[in-house]
């Protein structure tokens, strides 16, 4: 899957008449279903069919990912909200991103032809600024996130800027529990895992996956069997 998906966007990107522009994907899903993987291994996958097209540019990745978890809204953005602690468990539902910066940085892109993106610190739970780097070089930007196909306010506009928007299907009750165990993995005990499950991640998958019609393209999710 991933190399077939790899090809189709290398046969894309080198089809473009302007050698300046980007091929914008879109690739969203709910929680747990696998976005920063299929992003990362096509990624990488396109970089290394580039390196064989093109040897004398082989040092300049061709492909690079831009996560949406750079445009959360800061933990002290939060804290000045109405309810902070609420704001703080809900953190992930829509409204604790900022999708107004995101477009800015998405019409700068298609406009200009690079841009600073801001990254995610999970350790210290915030952005970090113009953290990654889309440079002229690069040819195909993929934009992981949750929201991205979303009909409302800025997420419309957002949505209308990719030319390619990919979805991944996965059942909501293996996403979560896949949650539940990175939930785990990362520190938190059983019962607290399950319980933000429940309270945040369960009702944003549910509306994500009501955006999944807005797909070109739907992927379906599958467990690997050792």
Request: proline residues 5%; charged residues 25%; contains cysteine.
């Amino acid at each position: 899957m991933y190399d077939s998906l790899a090809a189709r966007l290398l046969q894309n990107a080198v089809s473009m008449l302007d050698p300046k522009s980007k091929y914008i994907v879109g690739l969203a899903g709910p929680p747990g279903a696998g976005k920063s993987t299929i992003a990362s291994e096509v990624v990488s996958r396109l970089n290394m069919l580039w390196a064989q097209k093109a040897p004398d540019v082989a040092s300049t990745d061709m492909a690079i990912v831009v996560p949406m978890d750079g445009f959360h809204l800061y933990r002290f953005q939060l804290d000045a909200m109405e309810d902070p602690e609420a704001a703080h468990a809900r953190r992930g539902a829509p409204w604790t991103f900022n999708p107004a910066l995101l477009l800015k940085c998405l019409q700068t892109l298609r406009t200009q032809g690079s841009i600073y993106a801001p990254s995610f610190d999970h350790g210290v739970g915030d952005p970090v600024e113009e953290d990654i780097f889309v440079s002229q070089q690069h040819k195909v930007v993929i934009v992981e996130g949750n929201y991205l196909f979303l009909e409302e306010e800025s997420w419309k506009e957002i949505s209308s800027i990719f030319d390619e928007k990919w979805f991944i299907d996965v059942d909501v009750n293996i996403a979560m529990q896949r949650v539940v165990k990175r939930h785990i993995s990362t520190g938190k005990t059983p019962d607290i895992a399950k319980w933000r499950v429940d309270y945040n991640d369960r009702p944003n998958a549910e509306l994500i996956m009501k955006s999944k019609k807005n797909a070109d393209l739907v992927i379906k999710s599958v467990d690997w069997q050792k």
